[in-house]
C-alpha cells in the first residue's frame, strides 16, 4: 500500500476553464483560512482505498488512520510505503501489528501513487468552486472519495506505479 496526507481548505486560485469563444470564464476565489486533512492508504494493485477526514496532521491522527486501515484489510499483512513526515517517525506512533512502514526517498513525493488522488479530487471536484462552510467542502471531498473508493479500475490506472509490479 501507499499511504498520504492531503490537506483542503476554503482557499481557492481559479483555474483555466473552457467558455466559448468571445466569453470570458468567471471563477469565484476566496481566502478562508479553514482547512483539512484526507488521510488514505492504496493497495494500488487491487484498485483498493481507504481514507479519513481529520482536521489536522499529527502523531495522535495517524494513530487513528493506522488502525483504521489495520481494521479495513484486517486479513492482510500490509507493507505501506509512506513519507518520512514527523509523525510517520514519531516514537508515539502505535503501528498495527498487520501494518509495516517503509519510509519513501525524503523529498520525493513523485513515488508515491497518492499523490494523484489530491490532484484528481482538486481537477474533478473541486475545481474553481467556493464552499460557504468547511463543512460543506468536507461533503463534497466525502463524494469525491466514495465515488473513487467505488472505481477499483480508475484507481488501480492512477497508481498502479512499476515499483509496485510484484513481476514473476
Not at 23 to 31: E, S
Request: aromatic share 10%; charged share 25%; net charge negative.
Amino acid at each position: 500500500m501507499a499511504q498520504d496526507e492531503g490537506r483542503f481548505g476554503r482557499i481557492s486560485t481559479p483555474k483555466r476553464a473552457w467558455a466559448p469563444p468571445g466569453i470570458r470564464p468567471k471563477a469565484p476565489r476566496q481566502v478562508i483560512g479553514q482547512s483539512s486533512y484526507v488521510y488514505a492508504a492504496v493497495a494500488p494493485e487491487q484498485g483498493l482505498m481507504t481514507s479519513l477526514i481529520l482536521p489536522t496532521v499529527d502523531t495522535a491522527r495517524m494513530n487513528i488512520f493506522l488502525a483504521q486501515v489495520a481494521q479495513d484489510f484486517a486479513d492482510y499483512f500490509i507493507v505501506m510505503q509512506v513519507d518520512q513526515a514527523g509523525w510517520h517517525r514519531a516514537k508515539e506512533l502505535k503501528v498495527p501489528e498487520n501494518v509495516r512502514l517503509i519510509f519513501q526517498p525524503a523529498y520525493s513525493p513523485e513515488v508515491n501513487p497518492v499523490e494523484h488522488l489530491w490532484e484528481e479530487l482538486r481537477e474533478k471536484y473541486l475545481h474553481n468552486l467556493v464552499f460557504p462552510s468547511l463543512d460543506e467542502l468536507i461533503e463534497v471531498l466525502c463524494q469525491g472519495l466514495n465515488q473513487l473508493t467505488e472505481d477499483k479500475e480508475r484507481l488501480r490506472s492512477m497508481m498502479f506505479f512499476p515499483h509496485f509490479r510484484m513481476e514473476h
